[in-house]
């Protein structure tokens, strides 16, 4: 049996006995993947990672982690998982050895500990030349760093973050997820975002939350092939007419748009070979004396697969409410 590091039975969060922000939730996360945890707006992510940590009390269901129950008791195991909640707040006086120190001293390190610690964490979450200037005048990239940073002063197995690319632009969300991307290497992550592209650009693995419910929960590649549908956009020169005839004849072609004069997009059979494809519609076209401008190929991204499964679970909730 695997290592599991996070199990979720029937995890369910009422608030004020109406509103269901975790509907019946079951997870597991294996040892050493890096899971996404996807959702929109209000989808219920950040109440699953506070009734992970045991910061609030499921109204039913269990949260195991390492094995061990979670309770809004359990201090110690709370601290052997890193945390970084959405746009963490520090005290802006503190310089970042500062702050670490301090969360050094609340896990009971030794002074040798913190500091050896804490000046390798600096390095590595690139704060070294800001490591002795007060927080207060850090941009959102060096806060979340800063946050990082402290979420693995206690060197934790299990590291859950929220959100951690919240509020950065292109080229702070690229430095965070090559951390995290970097961290993952030896530890299991548990990170939500409601960015697809960044999910797929780091998970191994990805959970789909949509209005309190999981709706998806399996690989990166497993949530692709299950709505891939491959096209292709061809990008043609001369008569398509009868070119477009003959690929009504190609059995591997789900189906094709023509784009007037410019060319032609098809769908393709997910489970039909590309090479093979490829070669009938080249004879096609060097039959038909087209000039071949260009080919592009594009599977359905994740963020495509993301809202295919959110729709596709809503018209079920739609047949199961009629
Ligand atoms: N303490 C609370 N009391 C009442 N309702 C709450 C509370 N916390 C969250 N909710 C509600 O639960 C639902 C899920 O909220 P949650 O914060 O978990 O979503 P989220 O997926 O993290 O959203 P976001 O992407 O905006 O951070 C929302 O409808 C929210 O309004
Ligand atoms: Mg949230």
């Given amino acids: 049996m695997p290592d599991r590091v ?42 699953t990672i506070r009734l992970l940590l045991g910061l609030t009390r499921p109204t039913a269901g269990v949260v195991k ?7 809004c008791n359990s201090a110690s195991l709370r601290k052997k998982i890193g945390y970084l909640p959405t746009n963490p707040k520090f005290p802006p006086k503190m310089t970042p050895i500062e702050y670490l120190d301090f969360v050094g001293k609340l896990f009971s390190l030794t002074k040798e500990e913190r500091t050896g610690r804490l000046s390798n964490l600096i390095r590595a979450v690139g704060l070294l030349p800001s490591a002795s200037r007060e927080i207060k005048g850090f941009s959102t ?7 990082l940073a402290a979420a693995l002063m206690n060197e934790p197995e ?57 709706v998806f929960s399996g690989s990166i590649k497993e949530m692709k092939k299950k709505t891939q549908s491959d096209t292709l956009r061809l990008e043609l020169d001369g008569d398509l007419d009868s070119f477009c005839d003959a690929l009504k004849t190609v059995g591997s072609i789900v189906s094709f748009t023509r784009r007037g004069d410019l060319g032609v997009d098809l769908t393709l059979d997910s489970q039909a070979s590309m090479l093979d494809l490829l070669k009938e519609v080249v004879n096609l076209i060097s039959k038909y004396k087209l000039e071949l401008i260009s080919i592009t190929s594009s599977s359905s991204s ?21």
């Fill in 6 to 47: 996070i199990e979720i039975e029937n995890l369910t969060k009422i608030f004020g006995r109406k509103l269901i922000a975790v509907n019946n939730v079951s997870l597991n996360v294996e040892k050493g993947a890096i899971v996404g945890f996807l959702g929109q707006n209000g989808a219920g992510k950040t109440t």
């Fill in 65 to 71: 982690i390492f094995g061990e129950k979670m309770t």
């Fill in 141 to 147: 990239g060096m806060v979340t760093r800063l946050g």
């Fill in 158 to 214: 299990l590291l859950i973050l929220d959100e951690p690319t919240s509020g950065l632009d292109p080229a702070g969300r690229k430095s965070t997820l090559d951390l995290i991307s970097e961290i993952g290497k030896k530890k299991t992550i548990f990170v939500s975002s409601h960015i697809l592209t960044d999910i797929d650009r780091i998970c191994t693995h990805a959970s789909v939350i949509d209005d309190g419910r999981v």
């Fill in 302 to 322: 994740v963020e495509e697969s993301f809202l295919e499964i959110v729709k596709a679970d809503e018209s079920r909730g739609f047949l199961r409410a009629v």
